[in-house]
């Protein structure tokens, strides 16, 4: 049985190669260009810390010309990212792009907590990205021939399905806290799937939850602090909880 460093190597080689059929993601399932959209695996496995769990990956994003309105552009997602919640920074065809969830993750959450990135395990319940219907219009004027699931309507089952993935995680981590980012997240890991965000992303720490007896904590997620004073206040209100329980236990 591989130990420390190897198990968590064992764990992320299994999870590109196994972890799209596991879930039932349909085939094929790529990118504009053929790209194929692959899972992505924690990169930043710190042990015996903090644990993130985001909700899924983002994409690397182009701007390209309508087929129908050359002048208008569509943003596209056109390959994965290189890890979840890394900071990238790349140019669209139009102008400089940075990955937006992992500058808001280091600004409302980890900057309080004199944290790196490289100190935390940091992962997503989903492994893949998932088109939403905009982004599958965004590709259909673009090229019209092009076809892909839209599959963001789907993330509580796929969710569902990938559960026992995260709780080999949480194994391999065996994480002091997990947070988890934003209410849908929360919903599938405390099971309570019809609770509103308001009473999900609480200041208590959770014991009993699907992923074990890990303590655990459900915040909003970095794009809801950028677009809301609310949840920036809700996340600063559990800073303290967080640096207690990390810090001091």
Known sequence: MPTGNN???AYQQRCCRDYAHSIGLPEPYT????NPIRPLPPVQTAIGGLMIVGAYP???FESRPSLSQPRRYRLVPVADNLQPFGYEQYFDGLRVRTLES????QKYLLTSLLLLFEQCWITDIVKVFLY?????ASCGAVHPEFRVPELRSRFRDLARK???WLQEECGL???KLIVTLGEEVAQVVSGELSASADKLLSRDVRHSTALG???TLFLPHPDACRRSEKWRARIEDRIEIIRTTLFET
């Open 7 to 9: 198990a968590i190597l």
């Open 31 to 34: 990118y504009l260009d053929g």
């Open 58 to 60: 983002s994409a690397r």
């Open 102 to 105: 992992a500058d808001g993750l």
């Open 132 to 136: 939403k219907p905009e982004h599958t």
């Open 162 to 164: 990938s559960l026992p």
């Open 173 to 175: 981590c065996k994480p």
């Open 213 to 215: 007896s890990y303590p």
